[in-house]
């Protein structure tokens, strides 16, 4: 497994941008693909965006599509998500998450997950 640590969460006015950040340690951190999911208060967690081991390959969910960025640095080990036009609804604690499997969009394949970290999005 790898040892995942995000960062770069906070509170932010809605319109505005975050950029999250997840640093991996451990195993090869180029031998997994990444995603990130979020989960809101009283609701499951959710997939946002998963990239591919090189970082060539992205997927999205419908609700971020064209707002958030996925993507990696193999040489610094790290994942990110960058987030623009945020909306009150983004609001939920994020998830970094690595999977040995191919652009994963259920948590059930992943099997390393960060702490998490708070995003909060005022109206």
């Known amino acids: 497994q790898v040892q995942l640590v995000e960062s770069g969460g906070g509170l932010v006015q809605a319109g505005g941008s975050l950029r999250l950040s997840c640093a991996a340690s451990g195993r090869t951190f180029s031998g997994y693909s990444m995603g990130w999911f979020r989960q809101a208060p009283g609701q499951e967690r959710e997939f946002v965006a998963t990239v591919s081991r090189s970082g060539g390959s992205t997927v999205y969910a419908d609700s971020v599509k064209g707002r958030f960025t996925i993507t990696r640095d193999n040489s610094k080990n790290t994942v990110y998500l960058q987030m623009n036009s945020l909306k009150p609804e983004d609001t939920a604690v994020y998830y970094c998450?690595?999977?040995?499997?191919?652009?994963?969009?259920?948590?059930?394949?992943?099997?390393?997950w960060g702490q998490g970290t708070q995003v909060t999005v005022s109206s």
């Open positions: 998450a690595a999977t040995l499997s191919i652009l994963a969009r259920i948590d059930s394949l992943y099997d390393s």
